[in-house]
Every structure is written in structure tokens, then in C-alpha cells.
């Protein structure tokens, strides 16, 4: 979807995706590292262009680019999608980072932020292929409530692989909230000589 959402952290910020951006998600979505747990990607650049015109049709779905808020430079995406009007509730992932990049706290507490503050949701939830163990000890250190495992549900390169769903409520965001922040200022400070 076309929309105009960005906030900006510390270090980093999130952005709306453009067509300008194809090049630099189908790089990291090709990328044999990175893209192990994510459903499989075509190296076709006219095949990224057509899903993003799909994207940017879709109602309810906000796909961003990760930033360096020094340079602009690019180091990931992320995204809050399957939007459920009814519960407030809404998917986030598409979530990728480069590799030595460190936005990934950053860029969970923006999604976080984004979906809680600016679109007002009730419940954000991931989910993660059990195989991809950083990623669950990520959120289960973020804070996130495992919900249950959904099994065969994502569809890797590999095959068919068991999710693990986590969530975060509002009521639970404004708990973890201050331990993220605290964290975020702590990375901010100058390393000393």
C-alpha cells in the first residue's frame, strides 16, 4: 500500500518502500544467508516489480525500508501486513537485515511503534520458522508472548517447516517499552577510545 508512515529512531529510521528500492530487496531477499527462512524469492527484477505493484494495491499493508539515519543508506525492510480491522490486530515481518548491520532492536522497536502508536493496533504477532533460532530468542528477549506453534505453515527453500507465533499487546508493549528505550539509549553512546 502507498502510505506515508515513517519514524525515526536513534540511528535508524523506517521509510515507505518505492519502486527505487527493487534492486536492494531482491538483493537481500536473494541472498543465500538471508534468505534461508524466508519463502523462496525469483532473481527476476521484473517479478520483484510486479509483486510490488501488487503491494502497493493492497489495503493495509506497510512495507518499509530500514535507513541509517546518518547516510540513508539501506539495511533492511520490514513490514506490518494482514491487518485485521475487526481485532486490531496485525501481522509484522518481512523482516531483513544486512549482515553487520545493527538495526535489528531498533528496527522491531519502529514496527512497534508504528503499529501501536500511529495505527492504533491492539496486538501485533510474528511468525517465525522454528529452525531460525535467533530470530525466536529474539523475540522471546524482546519481550513477545509465545502464542503456539503452527505446524508446516511457512514454505522455505527447504520445504514445508513448523511457525512459531509470537505476540505483543498493548498492554504488554507499554510494559517492555521502557527496557527497550533504556537499551536504545545505551547502543546510542559513544563507544570510548
Not at 525515526?8 to 531477499?29: H, K, M, Q, S
Not at 532473481?43 to 501488487?54: E, F, I, P
Not at 501501536?116 to 528477549?141: C, G, P, Q, W
Request: net charge neutral; aromatic share 10%.
Amino acid at each position: 500500500m502507498r502510505h506515508s508512515v515513517r519514524l525515526e529512531g536513534t540511528r535508524y529510521r523506517i521509510r515507505p518502500v518505492t519502486v527505487e528500492d527493487t534492486a536492494f530487496i531482491l538483493g537481500l531477499r536473494t541472498d543465500p544467508e538471508r534468505a534461508r527462512f524466508l519463502h523462496p524469492t525469483s532473481a527476476d527484477v521484473g517479478a520483484q516489480h510486479r509483486w510490488l505493484d501488487s503491494y502497493f494495491g493492497r489495503h493495509g499493508d506497510y512495507y518499509f525500508i530500514i535507513e541509517r539515519r546518518d547516510s540513508g543508506h539501506p539495511e533492511g525492510t520490514i513490514g506490518i501486513y494482514n491487518l485485521e480491522a475487526e481485532t486490531h490486530s496485525a501481522e509484522w515481518g518481512r523482516w531483513i537485515v544486512c549482515k553487520g548491520s545493527l538495526a535489528g532492536l531498533e528496527s522491531a522497536y519502529l514496527i512497534y511503534q508504528a503499529g501501536f502508536d500511529l495505527l492504533s493496533l491492539e496486538r501485533m504477532y510474528s511468525r517465525t520458522a522454528l529452525v531460525n533460532k535467533s530470530v525466536i530468542s529474539f523475540h522471546d528477549s524482546f519481550g513477545m508472548e509465545r502464542v503456539r506453534t503452527i505446524e508446516k505453515s511457512l514454505h522455505l527453500a527447504s520445504g514445508p517447516e513448523d511457525a512459531m507465533e509470537h505476540q505483543l499487546t498493548r498492554d504488554l508493549w507499554i510494559q517492555v517499552r521502557p527496557r527497550i528505550e533504556k537499551m536504545l539509549r545505551a547502543l546510542a553512546r559513544p563507544i570510548p577510545a
